[in-house]
């Protein structure tokens, strides 16, 4: 890859936008899940369940969570039974997640630590792989895109959920004001870290429409790719089978 790539508004080498956006979580790793909370008012929890009952995990299947970093999404998934691999390209991120783990005494998780664009499982290794609010920090998406589909199994599943922009009227003007005026002061506030939480938002901005991002998700292999959007569009599920 030699051209250049989208870093939030600012337009960088693809290189650079993988070492940017290691800093940028590297930064935030300690105050993510407070940060979370704070931009949502707690939604995101909702969000998550939701997520994950649409995933529906089985007791003894193999799930890879992608840019899985502090383990919301993982705890959740082996309430369920089901044997997860935590993946992030951030060293930093899964350590907050194992702490958060040993904390609660959850030791059937494993941690690794994986770029999304190639990533080091044999083909065919898992039943799902799912990825919330972290596809959109991929250097090249397509291609983390086909990695998803080559280690999942035939009849494998992937999800992801991830920001985009809303279509509903009135809300729409609401979420781009709050996005860009208050996200980055309350990361300066209690993250310490303005400038992480105004590129995080920049990301939203330049992520596809969620229709254009499901026919990535086709493009990639996946079959009944289809997309269940929340909030007008802000949120949405994506999803897709290996047929």
Not at 179 to 198: F, L, N, W
Not at 218 to 227: E, Y
Request: with cysteine; net charge neutral; proline share 3%.
């Amino acid at each position: 890859m030699s051209e250049q790539v989208n870093f939030g508004d600012r337009l960088v080498s693809p290189e650079e936008k993988t070492r940017r956006v290691g800093e940028v979580f590297s930064s935030v790793a300690r105050r993510y899940d407070v940060m979370n909370d704070l931009m949502s008012g707690g939604m995101h929890r909702l969000w998550k369940n939701r997520f994950v009952a649409r995933v529906k995990p089985r007791a003894g299947e193999r799930i890879l969570d992608m840019a899985g970093g502090t383990g919301d999404i993982a705890f959740r998934m082996i309430e369920r039974g089901a044997l997860v691999t935590v993946s992030d390209i951030n060293s930093d991120m899964l350590g907050v997640g194992e702490e958060r783990a040993e904390k609660r005494g959850l030791r059937n998780l494993t941690w690794q630590v994986e770029n999304a664009e190639t990533l080091t499982f044999a083909d065919n290794s898992f039943e799902a792989y799912t990825i919330v609010f972290g596809i959109r920090n991929v250097t090249d998406i397509p291609a983390a895109l086909r990695e998803a589909h080559r280690v999942l199994k035939r009849g494998g599943r992937f999800y992801c959920m991830e920001f985009s922009t809303s279509d509903w009227p009135g809300f729409a003007e609401l979420y781009e004001a709050y996005s860009a005026s208050v996200i980055p002061r309350i990361g300066k506030v209690v993250a310490h870290d303005e400038d992480s939480y105004r590129y995080l938002v920049e990301s939203i901005r330049r992520f596809p429409k969620p229709d254009a991002f499901r026919k990535m998700i086709a493009d990639a292999g996946f079959n009944r790719a289809t997309v269940e959007p929340m909030l007008g569009g802000a949120v949405c599920i994506w999803s897709g089978w290996k047929i």
